[in-house]
Nanobody, 116 residues
Framework: QVQLEESGGGWAQPGGSLRLSCTAY????????MGWYRQVPGKQRELVAL???????TYADAVKGRFTISRDDAKNTVYLEMNRLKPEDTAVYYC??????????WGQGTQVTVSP
């Protein structure tokens, strides 16, 4: 099993920046994809960015050029650097990992609020 611990998030003004972190514990050797999703009330959870072991990252069109995903495998941590934030980026952000066993794990979620 994998457990995820998220940190970061909070409030930022439009145009500002925030950084999210997610550290994995447990069966970390089985992890091959780490990523971030977000969800607003009444809407489906949507992909933000994915980090692969060897492939280039994937980004949602809405965040391309503004968000950067990175991972430190030595620390079992994935980061999401969010720049030029917009009010529409306001959501609960969830860390997600996919394992070679086929299993997936979600973090508990962290709130990001962008407002004047």
């Amino acid at each position: 099993q994998v457990q995820l611990e998220e940190s970061g998030g909070g409030w930022a003004q439009p145009g500002g920046s925030l950084r999210l972190s997610c550290t994995a514990y447990g069966a970390i050797r089985t992890i091959y994809i780490m990523g971030w999703y977000r969800q607003v009330p009444g809407k489906q959870r949507e992909l933000v960015a994915l980090s692969y072991e060897t492939l280039s990252p994937t980004y949602a069109d809405a965040v391309k050029g503004r968000f950067t995903i990175s991972r430190d495998d030595a620390k079992n941590t994935v980061y999401l650097e969010m720049n030029r934030l917009k009010p529409e980026d306001t959501a609960v952000y969830y860390c997600h990992v996919k394992q070679t066993t086929g299993g997936t794990t979600w973090g508990q979620g962290t709130q990001v609020t962008v407002s004047p």
